[in-house]
């Protein structure tokens, strides 16, 4: 039989059976007692090699004294090569279509059961229909079959599929089932199956396919049953036959069906035998493949493997009694098989189609372990959750391979793919084949639209071209999908065969339908895919092709059949008549999308405005982005093969190809899996940029060469020989396109691609993998070049493999690092903190043979194991306590590779620099491999290609475990690959030289503590160069010159030895000549290692041993504040430090402030120190992890109170004087005070940024010193006394003491003076000036921080550390601190203010009288602003003052009232509905009353009349002046008085810029002239000018500004406003002003999107949820509110949860139902009874909200509560006040007595 070439069980491949008739193959024996032994064994031997694609079923035969059937030699499971036509089997429905039914059939077998193979009946019935062309309801398959039925087939036909595999082909027709029996061996009780032959009144005669027998089956049988239909198969009992069976009445009762069991008396014999069947079976004998059963008293049956019950497999013993069911049988080798899995043998259990845990079908699954092999069938696997699977031994191992079972069964831990689900075996079957895991496309639900995809042609159709992708997953490619345009002969374009790259149109899953395109437009366009409507945002533009013309435009389709109009004022900027004449059907066009309603499935598309915006696009690239660019971005979405990132921080758009994320192609894909839209990504650099595309890469090789400019920015710039690097764009068979930054293409021809025999180009290289090229040939005119990859022609930079080992180290690291973070998992975060080489205690878990498993405390639900290897020659025992050391951590799987090896955990010897050992790899990981260093426990990691170009053409060229490798260390610990050795390695064989140089001394023989002599040739400063006899070179390092305690300060040691003369040294080590820095890649500069040389005469002694220390014991030894002898070796200008070393490898950093100690040096400190002098330092800090070693030459080493130091100036703030960067890191600041011993009046001038100061250490708080600058401080013995000296403590002052000191803010409660760093003075408004001030304001434009001013000490408060000082001339002598030119009026005091104030209490006060008295006592404030309300000039804004109230004003609704802050300005508050109106312009001001202008005219009037003035007159028109002399004043002053014009509003803002008052009153003055514009801009002015330290003062103009926005804005304008007050303000009060707007201007659904916002930004924000919840009610959404509490109260801590619930049935009160409101209040107030404030708001919201009789139920329960007396007395209180206002006599008198009772039951106590 031709082998089977299918892999898996699945219908693809399948045919329809053809018209012709059905041969049945009879039986050859009908001689029931011949056996068949010769027969099956003949087979075995034969067994013909095969791929079947479904799993066949083990037989099994019986042998007694006298049996029907002989056993076979082994169970083995059923192979389709055994599968002849006409045997029988039970069969489980998988899929219905319409023609077809998928049958799951034993051992994963898969057939297929046609519409024409149903029944007789329903075959004619069928063809009826079609002749009568009748449109009556057919009844088609799906309504008689369903997933997860089983019922009884035979084989019909077995079909060869076109490749080759077999198809088949099943029937149900009772003629063919049950062609064993006639109808004289029907009996009763026998279970048949059968289908409906016709419908009758009183029942159903069923087709039992027996010639010359009727099957009825009543109706009455059949009332459980759904109402039957012609063509149903029925599974049926015979109830009674009658007339020698010609007449045979049936029942379905599905009970009595399950539970029937075939007895011997019923006839059964081997040709009638059927599945299906339950029987009562004798164990005879157990295998390991199965069992052998005994059934029906003389037959035998085998059970395979798979149809045991796992879970009953210990009761299975010879002899056991058990209930089996015929699985199938086979006619002609008379082999029947059973099944004791209980859904087929218990009654009422079903087969479930799909498995438990969900279609799985097509996955890859890693760490599965094979539990047992069965060697004719395959294999079981246990996959890592636990479940089961099947491998075929055909899926062991690939189709071209000889079988090696033993082989895959040692094997610790296998990668298999699931094929499918097997109903009939409840098994997933899977494969280990590597061909069949690594295919990209397994099923159709794993193609996506839009991405590319290889496939094969198979066959040219009219409608289109069927390509393969894959052995069963093919899909169509349109006839208008060829190609751009239409071709007229496809065939010379397409042959069978042929390879060709298409992209997924769509592809749907169910119905297998994939549709491909070939259009070079769309498969190379890089513009967004549309792959739904949703992704079709207005504005973005994409290509799409055109499905249909018409007259009113185009219809453009693109992925996933989205599709839209493009209508005819849109196809193009020229008008268009006939768009046919223009556009063609298939034509690929650039669309923009204009409008998108992604529900209803609409688009509506532009050609014209994709062509127009084309231009628009070109030019903002340009705009900052240039190729070469170091950038950062931010992922905006992932594509298939990308991401599609926005620049920071213009927000371009840019591609980031999944190839470009690492040089290390194994980490591409980890790190698209992990990066999520939102993040940013930095280290990009741009590479190549057209019109519609900027492109990224990550790769930092590629980033390198851009920045070190070995690049070719045009093709002009190449030459022969230049060598570039790049990554591999395509793949042909001819060779590799090779791509460079600037969009240069390369090709390397396969003779130019390696040193290595390639037979295919296509395996060697992946697509992405970064190259090195040499440019070989150029072609001017047709500019192409060619490029060899060969690694012996490109020269690869020294140290170029261990950067890329670190670079793609610190990928996974940060990789790993990520996905600890997001997660959020403390188990993923363990594991991020694992390292190679890091050692666990673990206890055993599992043990065998082939690997272990461990628990540990630390990773609870991590899977810790060691393979075979790891495990070796340790025996191990579960619970045993064990050592083991990490190989490698998977933290996407959550597993540790660890190794148990003793030579691995042992401790570790340390390793030295240049040294060489053979290493062995321990653990292989893709790109990287685990290697521990011959027998010194030390672990490290390597690249397993040790060159970018490598490549691998089979598997025994890859680096694997158990692989020696010959290494060199290059670092004993090296940071970047968290302190692991670094190391540069070669295969051990000597098939492949190494790239990496070797060191010369090595090569020459100079070993470590090698005597040598040479001939000194140059001597610098820092270094001596000795030629050596053999002719190297070696060097010699300042320290290694001199003992170093010989060397004196400041000597110069290397100026001992002369030019010439002969030395003798010894051999310490060998660096790197040209720098300590590898270069990722350098230009072919080569550098040599030298060996590094000793001179000093005690390490010359040979008996001495000398030992070789590395960088970190050297610092190690090292101890913080020990003075050390070091060597002056570099200045480093830009940082002004100086690099000292005291050793060849330490090098050590003294900053600036520590090496000098006088500030005139700090221009030149270089001039200090000259290179290789000895100077002695102390450490001032050692660390060897990072290596860094920080000294000090100024002889100190850490700083200390009452020390003097250098610091430099950083910062000068006027609040808080000079900040100073001191030595040793530290931070300090000189308070004003400190500054001199004699204060002057600008404390701050003469000092600057980076200045040098020597300052004096007062005392450190919170790691920031404080200094003092004072010469008294400095120098103690030379200082004159201080003018001003130090306050120290409030002790030191005395009452009446006259004291200067710098004013630190104005504000209502008086003038702040800083009279020492600790001491605040304060001088109330009163005692600061003689002048009467209506505000402060006044004085704080007069006093700026920092003013000198001389005060006098008033009192003083020890306790509370308040001085109250005066700033009166009376008292200081001084001026007054106001000019006179203000023209303020004079304070009144004393005599005139008594007069005053009794003038002031006979006069009857009008309104203006009494503004002008309370303008002369001003403690007295008044709200200033009333929010006044005019309908016509209405511009939506509210201004809100709040200011200290007086209590006598009635308070009004509008305008709320808090009380102020206590120090700083009064604030402006803007409420969410501010009206600009002209309110704010008809206020009043305390002068502009009616009587004042009266007053005006009398004094006009006065002066016009000459005759003479009684002295009353002169009096009464003194005061009037004066009267209007000071409404004039106050005029001026009253800040509330709005201006008429722009320019005297300009006049008010340079006085009081702050003010957000007055710019709201300026944007109001703009929005009554409706200069919407205007309004704006004054906003965005008063955002620049008003200080951002008036944070209130700029919400308000925020708020204002959203206002604005939101009346006369658009929605974009609004949002850009609220973004960026976000920025500029704290986010939570501009939610929530953003939000009372929106529910103010009825917008509902922002209010409600904005708060869904908020309480997921604020949702530990209490406010945020009441306000959410205040808003719902209000808009009567009470159930969304209670939802609301019940997540609020998960949100909030639960000590908020009772305030919460109240504040809601407040809420519920006042908004919603009073009835909720008060349940709410009942279950708080039961859980929290003495909760008294609670019951206080109930009782409140009773009161205002319930009916009397509820009022007074609570009062009754309050008084009742168990709390103290004294909050009983206050209820009864209230209760009483209730009475006396609501109830009656009666009523008060009840309250009374219940009071007295109350007393009386506390007794004494509540008396007392």
Not at 134 to 145: A, G, K, N
């Amino acid at each position: 039989m031709a082998s089977v070439e299918e892999d898996f069980p699945r219908g693809g491949a399948s045919k329809k059976a053809t018209e012709s008739k059905i041969m049945v193959q009879r039986t050859e024996v009908d001689n029931l007692f011949q056996s068949n032994e010769q027969a099956e064994t003949k087979k075995r031997k034969g067994a013909v090699r095969d791929d079947g694609k479904k799993l066949k079923k083990p037989k099994t035969v019986k042998d007694k004294s006298l049996t029907l059937n002989a056993a076979a030699k082994c169970v083995e499971i059923l192979h389709i090569k055994n599968i002849k036509e006409g045997m029988l089997m039970l069969g489980c429905v998988k899929e219905v279509t319409d023609f077809e039914v998928t049958v799951g059939l034993p051992c994963g077998l898969q057939g297929f059961l046609s519409i024409k193979n149903i029944c007789d009946s329903y075959t004619k019935l069928l063809t009826e229909l079609l002749d009568s062309a009748d449109t009556e309801e057919i009844c088609s398959l799906p309504h008689l079959f369903y997933t997860g039925m089983v019922f009884r087939c035979v084989v019909a036909k077995l079909d060869v599929a076109k490749g080759g595999s077999l198809s088949i082909q099943l029937s149900i027709n009772p003629k063919l089932v049950n062609k064993g029996l006639t109808s004289s061996s029907l009996k009763a009780g026998m279970v048949l199956s059968g289908c409906v032959e016709s419908v009758e009144d009183h029942g159903y005669i069923v087709d039992i396919g027996i010639n010359g027998t009727k099957a009825f089956l009543p109706k009455k049988a059949a009332k459980d049953a759904e109402e039957l239909k012609v063509g149903q198969y029925v599974s049926s009992q015979m109830e009674e036959v009658k007339n020698d069976g010609r007449v045979v009445r049936l029942s379905v009762s599905p009970s009595t069906v399950a539970q029937a069991c075939a007895e011997s008396k019923q006839g059964w014999n081997l040709t009638n035998l059927l599945p299906g069947l339950l029987v009562k079976a004798t164990i005879k004998k157990v295998t390991k493949h199965g069992l052998i059963l005994d059934f029906l008293s003389s037959f035998s049956g085998q059970v395979d493997f798979l149809h045991m019950e796992p879970e009953e497999a210990s009761s299975y013993i010879e002899g056991a009694e058990v209930r089996a069911c015929v699985l199938y049988v086979e006619p002609s080798t008379r082999l029947v098989a059973l099944s004791l899995r209980s859904y087929l043998v218990q009654p009422g259990t079903r087969v479930d189609p799909s498995p438990a845990g969900g279609d799985r079908i097509g996955e890859v699954v890693t760490d599965c372990k094979m539990t047992t092999m069965h060697h004719m069938s395959g294999a079981m696997l246990e996959l890592p959750d636990k479940t089961l699977a099947f491998v075929h031994r055909n899926h062991l191992k690939e189709s071209n391979e000889p079988a090696n079972e033993n082989r895959v069964l040692a094997m610790s831990e296998h990668t298999c793919r699931i094929l499918d689900f097997s109903p009939m075996d409840q098994i997933h079957f899977v494969s280990l084949r590597k061909s069949v895991i690594e295919r990209p496309f397994f099923r159709y639900q794993d193609l996506q639209a839009g991405q590319y995809v290889e496939g094969t042609v198979s066959v040219l159709l009219n409608h289109g071209m069927v390509v393969h992708l894959s052995d069963h997953i093919k899909g169509l490619v349109p006839r208008t999908h060829l190609s751009d345009i239409l071709l007229k002969n496809p065939e010379k374009k397409y042959m069978e065969g042929m390879k060709i790259k298409c992209r997924v149109l769509s592809v749907d899953a169910e119905n297998k339908k994939l549709y491909l395109t070939r259009k070079k437009a769309l498969v190379e366009s890089s513009l967004p895919l549309f792959l739904s409507y949703s992704d079709a945002r207005p504005g973005r533009v994409s290509h799409g092709y055109i499905v249909c013309i018409k007259d009113f435009g185009c219809i453009v389709r693109f992925y996933n059949n989205v599709k839209g109009l493009v209508p005819v004022n849109e196809l193009s900027s020229e008008p268009i008549i006939s768009p046919e004449d223009i556009f063609y059907v298939g034509q690929v066009l650039k669309t923009k999308v204009l409008q998108c309603d992604p529900d209803k499935a609409k688009m509506v598309l532009s050609f014209k405005a994709a062509v127009e915006g084309d231009t628009e696009e070109a030019a903002k690239p340009h705009f900052d982005c240039e190729v070469g660019k170091r950038l950062q971005a931010r992922v905006l979405k992932k594509s298939v093969n990308g991401l599609e990132v926005a620049i920071l921080p213009d927000e371009i758009r840019a591609v980031l190809p999944t190839v470009h994320l690492s040089d290390h192609m194994s980490n591409c894909p980890l790190l698209w899996e992990s990066l999520q839209e939102g993040d940013n990504i930095s280290n990009l650099i741009c590479f190549s940029k057209n019109k519609q595309n900027i492109i990224l890469t990550k790769k930092p090789t590629v980033r390198w060469s851009m920045e070190e400019g070995v690049v070719a920015k045009d093709f002009s710039e190449i030459t022969v020989g230049m060598q570039l690097i790049g990554w591999i764009k395509n793949i042909m068979s001819y060779g590799v396109f090779v791509e460079f930054p600037y969009g240069l293409v390369g090709l390397a021809p396969k003779s130019a691609m390696t040193d290595k025999f390639v037979s295919d180009a296509t395996t060697a290289f992946q697509l992405g993998q970064t190259v090195y090229a040499k440019v070989t040939n150029l072609d001017e005119e047709k500019r192409r070049f060619l490029v060899t990859l060969k690694i012996s022609e490109v020269i690869c930079p020294e140290g170029d493999a261990q950067t890329r080992l670190i670079n793609g180290l610190q990928e996974r690291r940060a990789l790993t690092e990520m996905l600890a973070m997001r997660e959020n998992s403390d188990l993923r975060q363990q594991l991020a903190a694992l390292s190679v080489g890091q050692k666990l205690k673990l206890t055993v878990d599992t043990a065998k043979d082939s690997s272990a498993t461990f628990k540990s405390d630390d990773l609870v639900s991590a899977t810790i194991l060691a393979t075979k290897h790891h495990v070796m020659g340790v025996n191990l025992t579960p619970g045993q306590k064990v050592t083991a050391v990490v190989l490698h951590v998977d933290i996407l799987s959550t597993r540790v590779h660890v190794s148990i090896l003793s030579k691995l955990v042992g401790k570790k010897k340390s390793l030295t620099e240049g040294s060489k050992y053979t290493a062995t790899v321990q653990h292989t990981d893709k790109d990287f491999a685990v290697i521990s260093l011959a027998d010194t426990a030390q672990l490290t990691v390597i690249q397993t290609s040790s060159h970018l170009n490598e490549i691998f053409l089979s598997e025994s060229e890859m680096v694997k475990a158990g692989m020696s490798l010959a290494v060199e260390v290059i670092e004993p610990s090296c940071q970047e690959v968290q302190g692991l050795p670094l190391v540069s390695w070669a295969r051990s064989g000597p098939k492949r030289q190494r790239t990496t140089s070797e060191n010369q001394t090595s090569s020459k023989g100079h070993r470590f503590g090698e005597i040598v002599q040479g001939k000194v040739r140059t001597v610098k400063p820092t270094s001596i160069q000795v030629t050596l006899e053999d002719g190297s070179t070696g060097s010699v390092h300042v320290s290694e010159v001199v003992e170093v305690s010989e060397a004196c300060q400041r000597s110069f040691p290397t100026s001992s030895v002369k030019v010439g003369s002969v030395v003798t040294a010894r051999v310490i080590g060998g660096r790197e000549a040209s720098s300590h820095r590898f270069l990722p890649f350098s230009h072919p500069k080569f550098t040599y290692t030298i060996p590094e040389l000793t001179l000093i005469p005690s390490k010359l002694d040979a008996s001495a041993d000398l030992k070789p220390v590395t960088a970190k014991e050297k610092l190690n030894s090292y101890k913080v504040g020990e003075e050390i002898t070091c060597f002056v070796s570099k200045f480093n200008p830009e940082r002004k430090s100086l690099e000292v070393s005291t050793d060849p490898c330490v090098t050590g950093t003294v900053e600036l402030l520590a090496i000098i100690t006088d500030p005139k040096d700090a221009s030149h400190p270089e001039k200090l120190y000259k290179l290789g002098q000895a100077v002695h330092a102390k450490v001032v800090e050692v660390n060897s992890k990072p290596q860094r070693l920080v000294l000090s030459l100024t002889g100190v080493h850490k700083l200390e109170t009452g020390s003097v130091t250098l610091g430099m100036v950083t910062n000068i703030q006027p609040q808080v004087g000079l900040l100073v960067k001191l030595p040793f890191g530290g931070m300090g600041t000189v308070c004003v005070t400190d500054l001199a011993d004699a204060y002057r009046p600008n404390p701050l001038d003469g000092y600057s940024k980076d200045q040098l100061l020597r300052c004096f250490l007062l005392g450190s708080e919170n790691g920031r010193w404080a200094l003092s600058l004072r010469p008294t401080r400095l120098n103690p013995q030379q200082a004159k006394p201080a003018k001003d000296p130090e306050v120290l403590s409030v002790d030191k002052l005395k009452a009446g003491q006259i004291i200067r000191g710098y004013v630190k803010s104005v504000g209502e409660q008086g003038v702040f003076i800083r009279l020492s760093k600790s001491i605040t003075g304060r001088a109330q408004l009163q005692q600061s000036t003689k002048y009467f001030v209506s505000n402060h304001k006044v004085l704080s434009e007069h006093l700026p921080p920092n003013t000198l001013l001389t005060t006098k000490i008033l009192s003083i408060d020890k306790k509370e550390v308040l001085v109250n000082l005066s700033l009166l001339p009376v008292d200081t002598g001084k001026p007054d601190v106001l000019p006179e030119s203000l023209g303020l009026p004079l304070r009144l005091i004393g005599e005139d203010k008594k007069k005053h104030d009794t003038k002031k209490k006979k006069r009857t006060l009008s309104e203006s009288e009494e503004k002008q008295a309370e303008s002369q006592v001003p403690k007295k404030k008044k709200k200033k602003t009333k929010k006044a309300k005019t309908d016509g000039n209405d511009s939506g804004v509210e201004v809100f003052f709040r200011e200290e109230e007086d209590e006598e004003e009635p308070k009004s609704d509008s305008v709320k009232q808090v009380s102020r802050n206590s120090v700083g300005p009064s604030r402006l508050q803007v409420a969410a509905g501010f009206s600009w109106d002209v309110g704010l312009s008809s206020l009043k001001p305390a002068s502009a009353a009616p009587e004042g202008d009266f007053s005006d005219g009398e004094d006009q009037d006065g002066s016009s009349k000459p005759q003479k003035k009684s002295r009353h007159e002169l009096e009464q028109e003194k005061k009037a002046a004066e009267k209007a002399l000071v409404q004039r004043e106050a005029e001026l002053m009253d800040p509330t008085l709005q201006p008429q014009d722009a320019a005297a509003f300009e006049r008010l803002l340079l006085a009081t810029p702050n003010s957000s008052l007055l710019w709201l009153q300026y944007m109001a003055h703009h929005l009554q002239a409706t200069q919407i514009e205007q309004a704006r801009t004054v906003a965005e002015r008063a955002l620049k000018t008003i200080s951002f330290r008036e944070e209130q003062e700029k919400l308000n103009v925020w708020v204002a500004l959203l206002n604005l926005e939101n009346m006369y804005g658009t929605e974009e304008s609004l949002k850009k406003v609220f973004e960026r007050a976000l920025q500029f303000c704290e986010p939570m009060p501009v939610y929530q002003q953003l939000a009372d707007i929106y529910a103010k201007s009825d917008k509902t659904k922002e209010a409600e999107g904005l708060y869904k916002t908020m309480v997921k930004r604020f949702r530990q924000n209490k406010a945020v949820w009441l306000s959410y919840g205040t808003f719902l009610l209000q808009q009567g959404h009470s159930d969304a509110a209670s939802a609301l509490l019940q997540r609020a109260l998960k949100s909030l801590p639960s000590k908020e949860s009772v305030d919460v619930i109240a504040k809601f049935a407040q809420l519920e009160f006042r908004y919603g139902d009073a009835e909720k409101g008060r349940t709410m209040f009942d279950k708080v107030l039961t859980s929290y009874p003495k909760r008294t404030d609670l019951w206080s708001v109930f009782i409140d919201l009773m009161v205002k909200y319930g009916s009397q009789k509820e009022v007074r139920a609570l009062f009754d329960r309050v008084i009742h509560l168990s709390v103290s007396v004294k909050k009983i007395k206050f209820f009864f209180k209230r209760y009483l006040e209730y009475e006396k206002k609501h109830g009656t006599p009666q009523s008060i008198q009840a309250v009374k007595e219940k009071a007295i009772e109350f007393v009386e039951a506390k007794g004494t106590e509540a008396a007392n």
